[in-house]
């Protein structure tokens, strides 16, 4: 962060799944990406640290997937930045 009052932005791993959450009943996110792979745990936990998703329930079938929605606070950060697209996928190193 620079200064204080700053406030982190999505990388380019992190908008795209959020962005996802737009187009879903309840802001849903996704298990996996649009070629099927599953997200990254580390993009899903940074998203729920920051704020931008929650978790919504757990799958009593596959416990250790997290089950995340988009938060009102994630919806902000995708309205005040552009899309994934206009970010460089070499920024998502660390996904923090």
């Known amino acids: 962060m620079t200064g204080e009052g700053a406030r982190p932005r999505p990388t380019h791993a992190q908008r795209s799944y959020l ?4 187009e879903q009943p309840g802001g849903k996110l996704p298990l996996f990406d649009r070629d099927g792979q599953q997200i ?10 920051h704020g ?22 994630g919806r902000d950060i ?3 930045s552009g899309p994934a697209s206009s ?5 998502d190193e660390g996904d923090t």
Do not use: H, M, Y
């Open 19 to 22: 962005e996802r959450g737009l």
């Open 52 to 73: 931008w998703a929650e978790p919504w329930f757990r799958n009593p079938i596959k416990q250790d997937w997290l089950v995340c929605r988009l938060t009102e606070r």
């Open 40 to 49: 990254s745990v580390q993009t899903i936990r940074a998203c729920i640290e």
């Open 87 to 91: 970010i460089p996928p070499e920024t």
């Open 78 to 80: 995708l309205a005040r």
